[in-house]
């Protein structure tokens, strides 16, 4: 009797060990799948026309763009905070180079920062702002976006 429950005793705690071994692993695995499903948002850059999925909810900011490949040329991220501060962003798990857009309530933008894949800098807003535009690297300095430059439609106030 002695024998069987220390049996069961051990085949629980394994079972709990590998539980908590799959959760913990969780996080890990939203790191190597691209998220999806996000709404996407029209913004306008001059005459370019943007396709931005909105990152919102602190776990869509979290992954972001982690483990994307590739993104089509007009295609963005725009991340949306509750309130102004300065906002701070690496590219941990980011397979692509981007251009980062820290935007103000009106659409304007405050500073543009490029970051290279998988690096733990950090690059900040100038000022404070409630929404980032991440694109693929380059992308505002080709078509001649500075600071100052504003953008329409998109999730800011009208």
């Known amino acids: 009797m002695l024998n069987i429950k220390r049996a069961a005793s051990s085949a629980l705690f394994s079972a709990a060990c590998l539980i908590s071994a799959l959760l913990a ?7 190597q799948i691209p998220q999806s499903g996000l709404r996407v948002v029209e913004i306008g850059a001059g005459m370019h026309l943007i ?3 909105v990152a919102q909810t602190d776990e869509q900011r979290a992954i972001g763009l982690m483990a994307r490949k590739e993104m ?3 295609a963005g991220m725009i991340f949306v905070f509750e309130q102004p501060s300065q906002q701070c962003f690496w590219m941990r798990n980011t397979l692509i180079p981007l251009s980062a857009a ?7 933008i405050v500073n ?3 970051m290279q894949p998988l690096s733990d800098q950090s690059h900040c807003s100038t000022k404070p702002v409630r929404y980032v535009l991440e694109m693929n ?5 080709k078509r001649g976006f500075k600071a100052g430059a504003k953008l329409r439609g998109g999730p800011w106030p009208k």
């Open 102 to 108: 820290f935007v103000a309530d009106d659409g304007t």
């Open 112 to 114: 543009i920062v490029d």
């Open 51 to 53: 396709h931005a999925e």
């Open 137 to 141: 690297k380059g992308w505002f300095d």
């Open 72 to 74: 089509a040329q007009n």
């Open 25 to 31: 692993a969780e996080p890990a695995l939203a790191q």
